[in-house]
Each structure stands twice: as structure tokens, then as C-alpha cells.
């Protein structure tokens, strides 16, 4: 199978290498084949940052900045896009960039280890924040430094770093070069790919033939899952199919009633999607792995991934979201709770794929909230994942809708809860029947991540912070109450 020449560009040059495997990461070719040790290996999971890099992708007059984790990203996945290291970023005559300059006079780096990545996030953050005037706070900070861990030198420096940035000097990239480089590349980069190891097809209808014609190809959108197959399960794919770019995918749609999420949105911008129509969903979409794996990893490749404790799935089962699976063939819609059989099984034939989210917008009658417990606050997995929305008219439940993640073999919705709850008044007695309803309506197991008889408990304790929620209750308010553990 041939594999076509990987093409990008960096400090202003198009790097080209050929015969680059379809499964190799971007880490890979950077410290092996570049020799560009800056990238630092940490984890090789996605978790720790060191391994961050920028891209840079024309999207229309503009440059779209992404932080994103080489480690777990394909190296072919970054063809016809600019790519920025730390090494990058210093001037033709070694003068730092502020964001490097600012970490040198916050003390912000001991042992080093981890500052390439932080440099690279805070990069990301200059170019879509600092350079567009947003104030960069110490909330986004903490925001955009999610996905960056460090050993030593304590968090409070490096965030310094990102407040200070913004004071020095504005060193900006050279766009519109850029633009006209990246232009040229993916005009040259467009060509038949009858037999190729990597495909990375620009619209749906080429998307839904190399399915059909390629079924056994692994198919990847962000790679945030994959990419730890390859890293940590030693796995090989011969032929990759790659989603990240056809255009009608990458869009979200606003309908009256619903917003279509294509399957290759990332998460960022998903999230930023269901924010927009639910305010309240800010918190739980921030504690969504971290910034990097966000801005790679798709919400389509969380549903079709399918893992029991997958954060996105309970929310888009409470907020009743449906799929919509394409291929040659046609399309089939299903509610998203049908998709999945069994663990990490779903109803998807080997020529399908799944192309839209299609989730219902708020109403002003409905009342819903998502909780995530886990061991860490940020950038950790759920062992458990309760969301809620009802529809409340007089004080009565006129509809009820819950999905719950960490309790079965797949993302599942309460249904004997649900059928509990619908057309009673919504009262602490009701809540309590609710409550001992949904302890017994599954049978979670016991793993590293938490017990099942803590599974369980917890399960209710949810529910009755829901209700407490719904009565004003605010996090403080809950927080004092010593309500926070269940949730932390
Ligand atoms: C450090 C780290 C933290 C994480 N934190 C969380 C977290 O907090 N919560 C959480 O839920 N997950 C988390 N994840 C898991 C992962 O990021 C998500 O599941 C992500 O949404 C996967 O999307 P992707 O686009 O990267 O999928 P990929 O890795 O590209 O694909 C995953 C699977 O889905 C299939 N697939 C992808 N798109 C489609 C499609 N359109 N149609 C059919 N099949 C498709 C692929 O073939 C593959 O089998 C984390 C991962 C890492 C590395
Ligand atoms: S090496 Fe840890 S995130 Fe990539
Ligand atoms: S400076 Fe040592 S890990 Fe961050």
C-alpha cells in the first residue's frame, strides 16, 4: 500500500517525509525522525502533556491555533497544517517568545521536564487569547493549562507565566504567509488515493465510499482513544481512515428544535455548542479530560467508542439526543441509548459510521443537570456519571429523562426511575422513592475506579443533590453542607 508523502510546515518551511507508517504518531517523527527532542515523552497517554505541540489550520482568512498531545495524535492526521514546537518559537537571533519569556521571570520551570508542553499551551493561549485581546484570567488559565502536568515546580508560577505573557511585547505569527503556504500545500496534497495506507478524506460523499470500500481500515476522528491502542496495546493498523477533515462533518448545525453535532466536531467545540443552549453544562464540559484531548477528540468518537464510562453518553441520553449512521447505503436515525448491544459493542454494519448528534434544545420548562464523580477533579475518567432533566409544569414531573454512566456494561438510561418519577410531584418524598428506585435499577461492578456498594450509594446521593438544586441549592450551599465529597 502506498503512503502518500506527509507534508507540513514548520518555522515557515514545508517539511516533507515519505514512507511515514499510516500508525505512527506525531511524537514519533518529531524526537525519532526530526530529532526534535524538545517534545518531551512523558505518559504516551494523553495525560500528562509533555508531548503538546500547536497546530495550525486555514480555516477561510484565518489560522486556527490548537493545542493538542503529539503522543497520542497520527502523524499523517497533520498533513497541510503548520506545526509549532517549543524550539519554534525562539527568534532568529535567540530572543525568547513572551510566553517563554514570561515563564523565565515567574520562575515557572525547575526541572524542565514538563515546560515544552506548558510553553506549548500557553502558545495556544497567546494566539487565541492574548492576541486577540481576551484577558487572560487566572480561571483560564487554569482552564487552558487542564491538560499539563507538573512534578515540581507548583502550579502557581506557570499560571503567573500566563497572566504575565500578556504584559510583554506582542510577537505575532506571520498569517498571511502562513495562509498562502498552507494554501499551496493542500491544493498539492489533493490527489487520487486509490490504494493508500492513510486516507484523510475532505467530504462526506468520499468519506462514505472509503468506508464502503475499506471496511477494515481503522477508522479514527480526534485519535484520543486509538491513539492509546497504538501506544499502549502495541496495535498495528495497516490502513487508517481518518474523518478529522470532511467538511460537512466539522460543522454544527442550529435547527429550531436541535442542534446536528457532526462527527467531526471536537469536543471543544461541541461542548462549547451544548454550553451556548445550557449554561449549566460549563462545569461538567471543562472536567472533560483536558484541553489538549479536547481539542483533538471528537464527541462522535465518544459515543461510537461507546465505553461504559464515557462522560458524554448519559448527558446526551438525558437530553433524549438521537444518531444519525450514514454510509452508501443510506442513513438510519436511532435514539443514542439503541446504538450500543453490549460492552463496547454497538449496532453499526462494517460500512457505517456514525455522522451526526442530533440534540434537543432546552425548553423553558426543563431543569437538568450532569454530574461526573471521579478520583481527581480534573483530567480524570467517571467512576460513576448521573444526568438528569426534567420537564416540571405546576410542580408536577411531566417528563423525565436520565442517563447514567459506571453502573452497567454500556451508557444506559433509568428507565424504571424515569417511569417513577413521571407524573408525580416533584417533592423530597418523591425524590426519596426516586432515589431507592434508582440504588437497586443497577447492579454495577467493583473495579480500581470505585466500589459497586459505593456505586450505588452514590447513584442516590445524586439524585438528592438534583433535587436540592432545584430548590436553589447552590454548589456553595452544598459544598457546606459537606455534600462536595460526592462529587469531588
Ligand atoms: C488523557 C485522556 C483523558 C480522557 N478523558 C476522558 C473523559 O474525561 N471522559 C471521557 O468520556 N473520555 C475521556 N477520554 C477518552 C477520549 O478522549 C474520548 O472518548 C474521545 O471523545 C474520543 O474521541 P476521538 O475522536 O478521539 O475518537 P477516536 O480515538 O478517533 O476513535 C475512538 C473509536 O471510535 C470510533 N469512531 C470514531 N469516530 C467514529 C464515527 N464517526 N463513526 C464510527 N466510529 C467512530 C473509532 O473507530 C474508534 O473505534 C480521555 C482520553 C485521554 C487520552
Ligand atoms: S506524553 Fe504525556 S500527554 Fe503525551
Ligand atoms: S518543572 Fe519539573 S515537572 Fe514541571
Request: aromatic content about 6%; overall charge neutral; some cysteine.
Amino acid at each position: 500500500m502506498i503512503t502518500r508523502p506527509l507534508q507540513f510546515v514548520r518555522r515557515g518551511q514545508t517539511v516533507t517525509l515519505h514512507d511515514v507508517p499510516p500508525d505512527r504518531t506525531l511524537l514519533e517523527v518529531l524526537r525519532d525522525d526530526l530529532q526534535c527532542t524538545d517534545t518531551k515523552e512523558g505518559c504516551n497517554e494523553g495525560d500528562c502533556g509533555a508531548c503538546t505541540v500547536v497546530l495550525g489550520e486555514a480555516q477561510g482568512a484565518d489560522i486556527k491555533y490548537r493545542a493538542v498531545n503529539s503522543c497520542i495524535r497520527l502523524a499523517h492526521s497533520i498533513q497541510g497544517q503548520a506545526l509549532w514546537t517549543a524550539q519554534d518559537l525562539v527568534a532568529a537571533d535567540g530572543s525568547l517568545h513572551p510566553v517563554q519569556q514570561a515563564l523565565v521571570q515567574c520562575h515557572g520551570s525547575q526541572c524542565g521536564f514538563c515546560t515544552p508542553g506548558f510553553v506549548m499551551s500557553l502558545f495556544g493561549m497567546y494566539q487565541n487569547r492574548v492576541l486577540h485581546g481576551h484577558p487572560v484570567t487566572r480561571a483560564l488559565a487554569q482552564q487552558d493549562l487542564s491538560g499539563n502536568l507538573c512534578r515540581c515546580t507548583g502550579y502557581r508560577p506557570i499560571l503567573d507565566a500566563a497572566q504575565t505573557m500578556a504584559q510583554l511585547p506582542r510577537i505575532a505569527v506571520n498569517e498571511a504567509d502562513l495562509l498562502q503556504q498552507l494554501k499551496q500545500l493542500n491544493q498539492a496534497g489533493q490527489g487520487p488515493e486509490a490504494d493508500s495506507a492513510y486516507f484523510l478524506p475532505t467530504t462526506l460523499a468520499d468519506l462514505l465510499r472509503l468506508r464502503s470500500h475499506h471496511p477494515t481500515a481503522q477508522l479514527v476522528a480526534g485519535c484520543t482513544d486509538v491513539g492509546l491502542w497504538v501506544n499502549k496495546g502495541h496495535r498495528h493498523f495497516p490502513q487508517v481512515l481518518d474523518l478529522s477533515r470532511v467538511s460537512e462533518l466539522r460543522r454544527v448545525e442550529h435547527y429550531p428544535h436541535h442542534l446536528a453535532i457532526g462527527a467531526a466536531v471536537t469536543l471543544t467545540e461541541a461542548f462549547a455548542a451544548l454550553v451556548s443552549d445550557r449554561p449549566q453544562l460549563q462545569a461538567f464540559a471543562q472536567r472533560f479530560a483536558g484541553l489538549p484531548v479536547r481539542n483533538s477528540g471528537t464527541l462522535g468518537g465518544n459515543v461510537a467508542n461507546g465505553s461504559p464510562i464515557g462522560d458524554s453518553m448519559p448527558l446526551l441520553i438525558a437530553l433524549g439526543a438521537n444518531v444519525v449512521l450514514m454510509s452508501t447505503r443510506g442513513h438510519r436515525e436511532l435514539p443514542l441509548e439503541q446504538l450500543y448491544t453490549g460492552y463496547r459493542q454497538n449496532v453499526m454494519v462494517p460500512d457505517e459510521l456514525l455522522a451526526w448528534i442530533k440534540v434537543p434544545k432546552a425548553v423553558p420548562q426543563e431543569f437538568s443537570r450532569v454530574y461526573k464523580v471521579s478520583k481527581r477533579f480534573d483530567d480524570d475518567i467517571s467512576a460513576l456519571c448521573l444526568a438528569v432533566a426534567l420537564r416540571l409544569e405546576g410542580g408536577r414531573v411531566v417528563q423525565a429523562s436520565i442517563g447514567v454512566g459506571g453502573v452497567a456494561a454500556t451508557p444506559v438510561r433509568a428507565r424504571q426511575t424515569q417511569a417513577l418519577l413521571t407524573g408525580q410531584p416533584w417533592t423530597q418524598a418523591t425524590v426519596h422513592r426516586a432515589m431507592a428506585v434508582l440504588r437497586q435499577e443497577f447492579a454495577p461492578i467493583s473495579d480500581l475506579r470505585a466500589s459497586s456498594a459505593y456505586r450505588v450509594q452514590v447513584l442516590g446521593n445524586l439524585l438528592q443533590r438534583f433535587w436540592l438544586e432545584s430548590q436553589g441549592a447552590s454548589a456553595i450551599n452544598l459544598e457546606s453542607a459537606g455534600l462536595e465529597e460526592l462529587t469531588a
